[in-house]
């Protein structure tokens, strides 16, 4: 069973930063990417961004790119989305997930067309909101 937990929200001005973080627990058999996501009031749960674990290979949503970085500490479990230069719009409660991994001769991969959709993922956190206002 994977859990993950997320950390790091919070308020800030136009123009901050924030880093969150999801620590996973489990096995990391058992997943092949963390992903991050965010609702907003009234809005759809949308991607954020994505690590791919065993290609390291990684995801951005057009509405972050250049702002937000997300990078993985393999020894911690832990995956971070570092954000800076946040915007008013980046307001939402924010959400890391994983896909579930069967375990085979096969190497799972995140793959770009998927990464983003809300079904490719099988364990999600609690979230953590993060408020950007002046």
């Known amino acids: 069973q994977v859990q993950l937990v997320e950390s790091g929200g919070g308020s800030v001005q136009p123009g901050g930063s924030l880093r969150l973080s999801c620590v996973v627990s489990g096995s990391t058999l058992d997943y092949f990417a963390i992903g991050w996501f965010r609702q907003a009031p009234g809005k759809e749960r949308e991607g954020v961004s994505c690590?791919?674990?065993?290609?390291?290979?990684?995801y951005y949503a057009d509405s972050v790119k250049g702002r937000f970085t997300i990078s993985r500490d393999h020894v911690k479990n832990t995956v971070y989305l570092q954000m800076t230069d946040l915007k008013p719009e980046d307001t939402a409660l924010y959400y890391c997930?994983?896909?579930?991994?069967?375990?085979?001769?096969?190497?799972?991969?995140?793959?770009?067309?998927?990464?983003?959709?809300?079904?490719?993922?099988?364990?999600w956190g609690q979230g953590t909101q993060v408020t950007v206002s002046s």
């Open positions: 690590y791919s674990i065993n290609d390291d290979k990684v």
């Open positions: 997930a994983a896909p579930f991994s069967p375990r085979g001769p096969v190497t799972q991969v995140m793959y770009p067309h998927m990464w983003a959709t809300l079904t490719t993922y099988d364990y």
